[in-house]
């Protein structure tokens, strides 16, 4: 297949992002580029604190203070227009969320909200982003039944059918306001709380979990890890988006429900052909999963390749040492030598420096650029920049 | 196979209500709580009929009794007036109905507002944070630096130099000092909750600033303002009945408990001899208040997440 610029769902250039903290600016991210083709699943791995979550977030722009994006452009593409995520304000944004991109978290029991069944948390989705179509087809319905029923009942029909036309053409209007207000009026909207019910059951369904009728009114609390990543999931895919971001959905679930989920995010990405940016360190569900990895190293990308490449031919001294820190058994076990450097300080040239056995002198004054060393594999490091 | 008997799902309201009657039933402290304070709302919603106004006038004006005469002396309590009457001859049993639903009123209006005010301020200061935060919290600072009840007492004598009616420039300035309070709970418990990941991935999800701030912060921060307001009920009836009694709030005559112990204070040097004209209202202050101090506990017992379960 041909690479074009719509092949690319969201392209990240030159991101810079600072956390200003009390005891000075973290530089969690140094020019991080990275981008995700239509229908690819990205496996993002590193170690704890080099970037990978604040990655994801800043995609949705949802970093929070004292984060803070500095230069950079994360352009979206979507119905073959390209906008810088940057750039949006936050009314467009919060259009954005949920609709187009998506998130999943990483511990499913706490971002449920605890105070609300996981049905209404759905449904408040649904309402958001679906709101359009599902009057639709209440409109759909009420028709039908204005045909058919007859006398008073078809009166009250025909009113919410008017209502719910002009709620269609303008939300905003004064009518619709008043009639959501006020106390008996404002049960037409029973109609569409129903069809966003049955939506959310389906979509429970969809997610394989058992007797969803039941589980719709639950609270978070007494659902099961799985089950709730499994909610949380179901949220992330109401509005069908065309990127999910899941932020390590599976290091807090036991291996069995992991692997369940995983096989799960697998089918449903495939029916969707949504694109997924997988956080993880975990690289044996790298290997599962994903297309293409990207191996991010403390704020910066240091190597991206296709999955199969990546585990044969490591290039980058970093992920060559991460796959060999992989425990096989029989095999003495190895890990990297040396800590991640903080961040407020970095070492100059390039970060990973101080740990890397093939250290040269030009590591220490000039940071690598990627370059690509075959097709679709780039790397970040002097050893194979020839020097430059 | 036999089918197994799935024990039926109680509705979650039902369970919670059910657990909340089995947790107050456990712990006489809450019963006696709720008792006073119901028989407080009882005497309150049927004060007319307890101790019918005279037509014409303002039902929280005590009737005094001519056929006692004028006489300054308390008369003792007698069939028809079986609190007796304080001074000036007006029934004491009168002003006790009546000062309870008075009591009423007042905590009511200075809760509401004190709240409303807590609660746009401190979702406001830590949702967003930053500089408006501190704005926000230097100010409740500045409020807080000063003594309560002198900030009170200076706020209604400035107030009653420029006409105010001495009951709302009471009102004001208990509302004036109250509402730091609930800013800076509701604050903390934004800042602790707008930190949780379902926060977050309500924003992931679109919600907006406002939806986040009333949907799901303000529901999982309202136990906490029901547990401090049940609390604080008491002590604005004593507050007003402190300011009453230096002598600043309800005018001479008035249906109000601090008042006519301000009334009665003159006879307390004659030792037990006018007994019944302070120890009265001094009763229905002592059981309102301790009636709303453990209701707030009996409330806290099955509201708050670390007491609850134990």
Known sequence: MEKTASDEIVEVQ?????????????????????????????????????????????????????????????????????????????????????????????????ALNPVYSVGYQIGEVFQHHRREEIIKTVIEQLKGEVEKTSGFKRHICKIQLSLYERMLKNPKSLRVRLALKTPILKRFQNRMKTEIRNRTIELLKLLRIPDPE????????????????????AMALVAKPM?????????????????????????????????????THDLGVVAELCDRVLIMYAGNVVETADVMTIFKEPLHPYTQGLLESIPRPGKPFTSIPGVVPGLINPPPGCRFNERCKYAMDICWKQKPKLVEVAKDHYVACHLYSGGK | MKKMKVPERLEPTIKEIKFILRRIKDSPLSLAG???VSAFIIIAVFAPVLAPPKPGFNPYLIPSDPSL?????????????????????????????WGA?????IAL??????VTVGIVLGLVAGYYGGFIDELIMRFTDIMLAFPGLILAMTLVTILSQVNWQTIDAVLLSIILIGWPGYTRLIRSEVLRIKNEDYIEAARACGASDLRIMLRHILPNAVYSIIIVASLDFGSIVLTTAAMSFLGLGAPLG?????????DGMSFVSGGLRWWWSWVYPGVFIVLFVLGWSLLGDALRDVLDPLYRRK
């Open chain 2, 34 to 36: 709720i008792a006073l």
């Open chain 2, 101 to 105: 639903r008075w009591a009423f009123q």
């Open chain 1, 214 to 233: 039941r589980v719709i009114d639950m609270y978070p609390h007494e659902l099961s890890g799985g089950m709730a990543q499994r909610c949380v999931i």
């Open chain 2, 254 to 262: 008035w249906s109000d408990w601090g008042r006519l112990i301000y």
């Open chain 1, 14 to 110: 030159d991101l810079y992002l600072n956390f200003y903290t009390y005891e000075g600016i973290v530089k969690a991210l140094d020019g991080v580029n990275l981008n995700i083709k239509r229908g690819e699943i990205l496996g993002v791995v590193g170690e704890t604190g080099c970037g990978k979550s604040v990655t994801g977030l800043s995609i949705l722009k949802i970093v929070v203070p004292p984060g803070k994006i500095e230069v950079g452009k994360v352009t979206f593409n979507v119905k073959g227009k390209s906008y810088n995520i940057l750039d949006l304000n936050e009314p467009t944004m919060s259009k954005v969320r949920g609709r187009y991109i998506s998130m999943i978290f990483q511990e499913p029991r706490a």
């Open chain 1, 243 to 279: 990127l999910l971001i899941a932020d390590e959905p599976t290091t807090n679930l036991d291996v069995t429900v992991q692997a369940q989920i995983l096989v799960l995010i697998n089918e449903l990405q495939k029916e969707l052909g949504s694109s997924i940016l997988y956080v």
């Open chain 2, 69 to 97: 005469g004028f006489r300054i002396e308390p008369s003792p309590p007698s069939p028809n007036h079986i609190f007796g009457t304080t001074t000036a001859q007006r029934d004491i049993y009168y002003a006790c109905i």
């Open chain 2, 109 to 114: 209006e200075v809760i509401v507002a004190t």
